[in-house]
């Protein structure tokens, strides 16, 4: 009897151990996240003939725009990204994304497309994009960071989320993130401007120390500084710094809402 007894409760207790594991695999058969990833590469390459402009715009992803003194063709590369519940799913939405570059007469326009809407997969671009040092460079980006190096023209960026590195820039430069961070150096031109405008995050700038600007550094929460520029203030607070320096020709505006902005005068620029 006690037998008869204990093979009973031996074969539920198997009974239900079999059910836990079933169960279990069944709920982790589903990851909200996806975490299957497919990569294509991409290489476009356009004559400059006589353009003088790029524009760029891109949803998730990052952005590196270089400028070469030399350069015949312009060189758009980078890498589309899905990530989906399988290795299968990525694939075959691949072809959600499209890379549409546009010529007119006088610039190139370079813009991602993709659906408004996800499925619970992730769409991503990562861009390298080379061109001619002397062109004006538009770069427009939601989610990713943005690197702009040696544009000897006007440069303006936008992001929501994410850095913006603006080096080696010579001409006007504007630049709006949301939430992150802006770090500019700029040789800025005379009577020329520099507006960097931040709502959460730090601000840094980095100018000649021959710079002849008007200046306004501003925070709402948090601290401003001002090193290494011969600057006459009229406003000096730790949230505030208003003056000229140098002859005053150009403009410099620099703001964050919540953060830290800097403005470093550098001798050997």
Not at 138 to 157: F, P, Y
């Amino acid at each position: 009897m006690n037998n008869h007894l204990y093979a009973k409760s031996r074969h539920l207790l198997l009974l239900m151990l079999l059910l836990f594991v079933v169960a279990g695999c069944q709920i982790n058969d589903y990851d909200p996240d996806p975490n299957f990833e497919y990569r294509e590469n991409f290489l476009y390459a356009r004559a400059v003939s006589g353009r003088s402009e790029v524009f760029i715009t891109n949803v998730n992803g990052t952005i590196t725009v270089l400028g070469i003194d030399t350069l015949s063709e312009v060189q758009i590369s980078g890498t589309k990204i899905v990530k989906d519940q399988s290795e299968d799913a990525a694939t075959r939405h691949m072809s959600d994304i499209t890379i549409d570059v546009k010529e007119s007469p006088s610039a190139f326009t370079i813009k991602t497309l993709q659906p408004n809407t996800s499925g619970g997969r992730t769409y991503e671009v990562d861009y390298e994009i080379l061109v001619p040092s002397t062109w004006r460079t538009t770069v427009t980006n939601v989610n990713g960071d943005v690197v702009i190096h040696n544009i000897r023209n006007t440069v303006t960026s936008s992001v929501v989320n994410g850095t913006v590195n603006a080096t080696d820039i010579s001409g006007n430069t504007t630049i709006t993130v949301t939430n992150g961070s802006i770090n500019g150096k700029v040789n800025l031109p005379e009577n020329g401007t520099c507006a960097l405008t931040l709502v959460n995050g730090n601000v840094t700038l980095l100018v000649p120390s021959t710079l002849s600007a008007s200046v306004s550094a501003t925070v709402a929460l948090g601290t401003v500084s001002i090193s290494g520029l011969p600057i006459a203030y009229t406003t000096n607070e730790r949230t505030s710094v208003v003056g000229i320096v140098g002859g005053g020709k150009g403009t410099v505006r620099l703001s964050s809402v919540n953060g830290t902005v800097r403005l470093l005068g550098l001798l050997q620029y």
